[in-house]
């Protein structure tokens, strides 16, 4: 167990660099130049220049390179053009909202797909099957903008029962208060995700369903329903998790979405509103800590395996 998760956090840490390259290359590369951007169109070139030299745009780009990791390593990712303040407060400041979304998100997900997926296994070519696969198919093709604005008109709009714009942060009123803020937005994006979760939860535990083990399981006399939990599903978690891990980077995806439609001041809509302001240093760190965040679940998912499933060596 050691020495696999030290492989894998060499591997982790592969990634992660290969990662932090690509998003430093994405401000150097990118049509324009940062300094001109950050004087102004009134700018003289020598405010430039000595923007450029403050910035050290005018070093070797390996030299940037490494000045740029040594300072993210320290936490340093540098200072927001548009809202004048260091960007790991700007991320820190807008973080809240999207870690509360995406945790009412995945809970709401796993209590609806993995039963849904189980149902469907249980009642494979009934109607019951058929339902949740025609279901799965409809909520994996709408985009999670087009649900939001539907569920605005009709659940906001029309029925009145919930907010449909903002975010109430915790400490400031109830939870329920905050929760409500929450429930829209995490709506649309459990069909999206739902949909994909049942499909492969189904399609396992059919798998599962045909195994010896399970018809041994039913010889001995247990119910109906530990034989599907603790026997299907249990032998099904492996390819289960690795889908829902697949699925952070739909999560991730659609939180920039979802948040622009319901303006929930979180990571999305401030990457939303980055790009349209041209502010590169909160593009790169957004970047970065969503590409940390994928590759750290993806690091505890492969560690997971050998408690799923004893069987699997690396």
Same mark, same amino acid.
């Given at each position: 167990?050691?020495? $696999?998760?030290?492989?894998?956090?060499?591997?982790?840490?592969?990634?992660?660099?290969?990662?932090?390259?690509?998003?430093?290359?994405?401000?150097?590369?990118?049509?324009?130049?940062?300094?001109?951007?950050?004087?102004?169109? #009134?700018? %003289?070139?020598?405010?430039?220049?000595?923007?450029?030299?403050?910035?050290?745009?005018?070093?070797? !780009?390996?030299?940037?390179?490494?000045?740029?990791?040594?300072?993210?390593?320290?936490?340093? !990712?540098?200072?927001?053009?548009? #809202? #004048?303040?260091?960007?790991?407060?700007?991320?820190?400041?807008?973080?809240?909202?999207?870690?509360?979304?995406?945790?009412?998100?995945?809970?709401?997900?796993?209590?609806?797909?993995?039963?849904?997926?189980?149902?469907?296994?249980?009642?494979?070519?009934?109607?019951?099957?058929?339902?949740?696969?025609?279901?799965?198919? !409809?909520?994996?093709?709408?985009?999670?903008?087009?649900?939001?604005? =539907?569920?605005?008109? =009709?659940?906001?709009?029309?029925?009145?029962?919930?907010? %449909?714009?903002?975010? &109430?942060?915790?400490?400031?009123?109830?939870?329920?208060?905050?929760?409500?803020?929450?429930?829209?937005?995490?709506?649309?994006?459990?069909? *999206?995700?739902?949909?994909?979760?049942?499909?492969?939860?189904?399609?396992?535990?059919?798998?599962? $369903?045909? &195994?010896?083990?399970?018809?041994?399981?039913?010889?001995?006399?247990?119910? &109906?329903?530990?034989?599907?939990?603790? #026997?299907?599903?249990?032998?099904?978690?492996?390819?289960?998790?690795?889908?829902?891990?697949?699925?952070?980077?739909?999560?991730?995806?659609?939180?920039? /979405?979802?948040?622009? *439609?319901?303006?929930?001041?979180?990571?999305? =809509? !401030?990457?939303?509103?980055?790009?349209?302001?041209?502010?590169?240093?909160?593009?790169?760190?957004?970047?970065?800590?969503?590409?940390?965040?994928?590759?750290?679940?993806?690091?505890? /998912?492969?560690?997971?395996?050998?408690?799923?499933?004893?069987?699997?060596?690396?």
């Amino acid at each position: 167990m050691l020495m $696999l998760t030290l492989r894998r956090l060499l591997g982790t840490a592969t990634v992660f660099l290969l990662v932090a390259v690509l998003v430093f290359l994405m401000l150097r590369l990118a049509p324009g130049d940062p300094a001109v951007l950050l004087v102004g169109d #009134h700018g %003289t070139p020598e405010d430039v220049a000595q923007v450029r030299a403050y910035l050290k745009l005018d070093e070797p !780009l390996p030299t940037q390179f490494l000045v740029w990791l040594g300072n993210v390593l320290q936490g340093d !990712l540098g200072r927001s053009f548009y #809202h #004048h303040q260091p960007v790991s407060q700007v991320l820190l400041d807008r973080v809240g909202p999207t870690f509360a979304l995406a945790m009412v998100t995945l809970l709401l997900t796993v209590c609806v797909a993995i039963p849904l997926g189980v149902l469907a296994a249980w009642r494979h070519g009934t109607w019951l099957d058929r339902s949740v696969l025609g279901l799965s198919v !409809l909520g994996f093709s709408l985009p999670s903008f087009v649900l939001g604005y =539907l569920l605005i008109w =009709l659940v906001g709009l029309k029925a009145g029962l919930l907010p %449909t714009q903002g975010y &109430e942060r915790l400490g400031t009123g109830s939870p329920w208060t905050t929760l409500r803020y929450l429930i829209l937005p995490a709506v649309t994006l459990t069909i *999206v995700y739902t949909a994909l979760i049942a499909r492969v939860t189904r399609a396992t535990v059919s798998e599962a $369903l045909t &195994e010896d083990y399970v018809r041994t399981a039913r010889s001995k006399g247990l119910t &109906e329903l530990r034989v599907l939990f603790r #026997h299907a599903l249990a032998n099904s978690a492996v390819p289960i998790v690795t889908v829902v891990a697949i699925g952070i980077g739909m999560l991730i995806s659609g939180v920039v /979405v979802t948040e622009t *439609v319901y303006a929930i001041p979180g990571l999305g =809509l !401030l990457t939303v509103d980055a790009v349209q302001a041209r502010d590169y240093p909160v593009i790169q760190g957004v970047t970065l800590f969503f590409s940390a965040v994928y590759v750290l679940v993806n690091l505890l /998912v492969d560690i997971s395996y050998v408690l799923f499933d004893p069987r699997i060596r690396y």
